[in-house]
């Protein structure tokens, strides 16, 4: 595609629910990045992937959030029993090799009520 | 581990002044640092980066920032600012030891007068 696409683009969740959100990196794009972004704030990272493994997962805040990239190219960050804590802004980023452009997505807003 | 501290949450400027953001790193390993630009509802854009070689970096839109080791400092300017500068500003630094992840900084807002 043209660019990182992530859906949806907003997602309302009350306290208590799972959600699930989805990131298209730029095909081709070995490496991909998880952010999250709270109001007012600079984003944070969650975890990386290069190809289908997860070399860095430190910055999950809890083992209620979790993210997969099962063939290499999607990847979904699953929120489990979602917190008035977890509502941000998730970035998805993607880029071609370690030494390459990061290029981010316009992000999914989650707000949790 | 890295970190960045952006002086000022909000910075206002009129049309045709000088623009500066400025933006201290920490880390303990040669960084790579970076000055990216989010404009509403849209992702981040890179304005510029450093890795190594000329400390004075040129970017996009007529920014630059001048990396400077014994201030590990890497402010951000543009010498005459326009309406569509507008937007918010983060301040990165990456190693590659950490698979060169982005930490940024907390991000300044940059309001343009007319």
């Known amino acids: 595609g043209a660019g990182v696409s992530q859906s949806p683009r907003y997602k309302v969740a009350k306290r208590g629910q799972d959600v699930a959100l989805r990131c298209d990196p730029i095909s081709g794009h070995v490496s991909l990045f998880w952010y999250q972004q709270a109001l007012g704030q600079g984003p944070e990272f969650l975890t990386y992937f290069q190809n289908e493994a997860q070399l860095d997962k430190s910055g999950l805040p809890s083992d209620r959030f979790f993210a997969e990239r099962p063939e290499g190219s999607v990847s979904t960050l699953k929120i489990q029993r979602t917190q008035q804590e977890d509502s941000a802004v998730y970035l998805c980023?993607?880029?071609?090799?370690?030494?390459?452009?990061?290029?981010f997505g316009s992000g999914t807003q989650l707000s949790v009520l | 581990a890295q970190s960045v501290t952006q002086l000022g949450s909000h910075v206002s400027v009129s049309e045709g002044a000088l623009v500066l953001l400025r933006c201290n790193y920490s880390s303990s390993v040669p960084p790579y640092l970076f000055w990216y630009v989010q404009y509403p509802n849209q992702g981040l854009q890179l304005l510029l980066k450093?890795?190594?070689?000329?400390?004075l970096v040129k970017g996009i839109n007529g920014f630059e920032a001048e990396f400077k080791k014994s201030e590990t400092s890497f402010h951000l300017t543009k010498p005459s600012a326009h309406m569509s500068d507008a937007a918010e500003y983060f301040c990165?630094?990456?190693?590659?030891?950490?698979?060169?992840?982005?930490?940024f900084g907390g991000g300044t807002r940059v309001l343009v007068k007319p």
């Open positions: 450093y890795t190594t070689g000329a400390t």
């Open positions: 990165a630094v990456s190693v590659k030891a950490a698979g060169n992840k982005l930490t």
């Open positions: 980023a993607s880029r071609l090799d370690v030494n390459e452009k990061l290029f």
